[in-house]
């Protein structure tokens, strides 16, 4: 099946900095979508991506289906974009159920 | 607004005592899914449900039940729970595109 990889496991950064989180996928997807689980558990959708740009507010995705990766920017970090972040893929046999990567954790500190 | 329930949020129960999570969405979609997510071990899935009346397991299925009898509604049902039980449990709802999550049960057996 796909596999899902996700760089750098974990970041730790100053309030202020910008980030790049990273997705790799070993074959064609008909669906990828970030997530933020924070802090309290909640999984939060960030993009539904599976192929091109989109930008919603401080944060922004790329995914380059041909080449299978995707990234995830946060600009100006905050404190409250602490949490891990989820890439999800979805596509060739496992066409009904979303592949997880391990997550990214990341550290905003103040 | 486009929104997953679940209930109850928090729950701590006795071991072999019979409870049920619901969980409900209002975007009439026809795909489902209950996860557990357990530290160093990611989101599984346990079961899933392409429509009404048609359920499936997933990775994790044994000790647990779902139903599908209505479109909005799915829910896990746990018959006799077990301390290896005790994980954040989350609902999740698939349209064409992306997948909502609900905000989550956390469940402790003891």
């Known amino acids: 099946g796909i596999q899902v990889e996700q760089s750098p496991p974990d970041l730790i950064l100053q309030e202020g900095a910008n980030s790049t989180l990273r997705c790799n996928f070993s074959?064609?997807?008909?669906?990828l979508q970030w997530f933020h689980q924070n802090p309290w558990g909640q999984l939060i959708n960030l993009f539904y991506?599976?192929?091109?740009?989109k930008q919603n507010g401080r944060l922004s995705a790329t995914t380059v289906a041909t080449e299978r990766y995707s990234l995830l920017y946060i600009s100006s970090s905050q404190t409250t974009d602490s949490g891990v972040y989820f890439c999800?893929?979805?596509?060739?046999?496992?066409?009904?159920?979303?592949?997880w990567g391990a997550g990214t954790k990341l550290i905003i500190k103040p | 607004e486009a929104q997953v329930t679940q209930n109850p949020r928090y729950l701590i129960t006795v071991t072999g005592k019979k409870l049920t999570v619901t969980c409900s969405q209002n975007?009439?979609?026809?795909?489902m899914s209950w996860y557990r997510q357990d530290p160093g071990l990611g989101l599984r899935q346990i079961y899933y449900?392409?429509?009404?009346?048609?359920?499936d397991k997933g990775d994790v299925p044994e000790g647990y039940k779902v139903s599908r009898k209505e479109k909005r509604n799915f829910p896990l049902i746990l018959e006799s729970p077990s301390p290896n039980q005790t994980s954040l449990y989350f609902c999740?709802?698939?349209?064409?595109?992306?997948?909502?999550f609900g905000p989550g049960t956390r469940l402790t057996v003891t």
């Open positions: 074959d064609s997807v008909n669906n």
């Open positions: 991506i599976p192929s091109g740009t």
């Open positions: 449900s392409m429509n009404v009346e048609v359920t």
């Open positions: 975007m009439n979609h026809e795909y």
């Open positions: 999800a893929v979805m596509g060739g046999v496992s066409n009904y159920q979303l592949i």
């Open positions: 999740a709802s698939r349209g064409p595109g992306e997948q909502y």
